[in-house]
């Protein structure tokens, strides 16, 4: 029994001390710190905040892009109340997009994420929600780059072009929506509620808020065409826009498959020209 003991926790420490070097390792390379620092530093009042989408489609225009891929609703709406408390807004642009009122959406853990952002960094590095989520991926990628350290590590290979494999496109695109299937009724949840509030009580401090849902490529549009519930989700976005009297822009069939990456992101080189036509919507370029 005693002899079990020391094993686990012999193997529990291991496990612990190799996670904080897998961590370590990934954070020197990490944009996400890069990221907080520039969340800390406040430099304009003017900023967009979502997901991947968001991270991906806003380029330049002295707007600071506060867009991280996975964040959900939740996150997203405490990271825009601590910036705003961290200095005043002036402009936001707000993701509304379908995809965030899926079930994988709702139902993950953003604990400790905002805070990890405004407060002081613990001890160990593995303990911060960020890192702590890709935990296990780390640890996958060190065992198969021990068991095949001596093969030549193949470069990724980029997403096909629509205009080449149009089939792979489709394929992934029918794979995507079906993971984004929002819920039947999404002014329901609990988070609905939170982002009505966050936009009002933004607006009633002077805030000018842009709700805005980012285009998809054709193929996406096609596939998400069966699911009345991506509608209604982006007829909840509308409503609320509505109610409040804040700008509201939905872009979601606005732009041409070549300006894509894959099947949901703009690529970066359309960036730039997606933003200036974005802000002109959103605030009349100002």
């Given amino acids: 029994m005693v002899s079990f003991a020391c094993t686990l926790a012999t193997g529990l420490i291991g496990f612990l001390a190799g996670s904080e070097l897998l961590v370590r390792h990934a954070m020197r390379s990490d944009a996400y710190e890069i990221y907080r620092e520039r969340f800390r530093a406040v430099s304009t009042p003017r900023i967009a905040i979502g997901d991947s989408r968001t991270a991906a489609a806003i380029h330049g225009h002295d707007l600071d892009n506060l867009g991280l891929p996975g964040d959900d609703l939740q996150v997203v709406i405490g990271k825009l109340k601590a910036r705003h408390a961290l200095k005043p807004l002036s402009h936001v642009i707000l993701q509304a997009d379908p995809h965030q009122f899926a079930a994988y959406r709702l139902l993950k853990d953003g604990t400790g994420k905002v805070d990890d952002l405004i407060g002081d960094q613990p001890l160990l590095a593995s303990m911060r929600p960020y890192y702590r989520q890709y935990l296990m991926a780390y640890w996958n990628a060190a065992l198969l780059k021990f068991v095949g350290k001596n093969e030549p590590i193949k470069p990724a290979e980029p997403p096909p ?98 300006d894509f990456g894959d099947t949901d992101h703009i690529r970066q080189a359309s960036g730039p020209a997606f933003t200036a036509t974005l802000l002109d919507r959103c605030f009349g370029g100002t």
């Fill in 161 to 258: 072009a629509p205009d080449q494999a149009g089939f792979a496109w489709r394929e992934l695109a029918v794979s995507r929506v079906q993971f984004h299937l929002p819920l039947d009724r999404p002014e329901i949840t609990q988070v609905a509620t939170t982002y009505r509030r966050i936009v009002a009580d933004l607006a009633a401090d002077g805030v000018k808020l842009c709700l805005v849902t980012y285009p998809v490529s054709s193929y996406y549009r096609q596939a998400a065409r069966r699911y009345p519930s991506f509608d209604r989700a982006i007829a909840f976005y509308d409503k609320v826009a509505t109610e409040v009297g804040v700008a509201r822009v939905n872009l979601w069939a606005a732009i041409d498959d070549g």
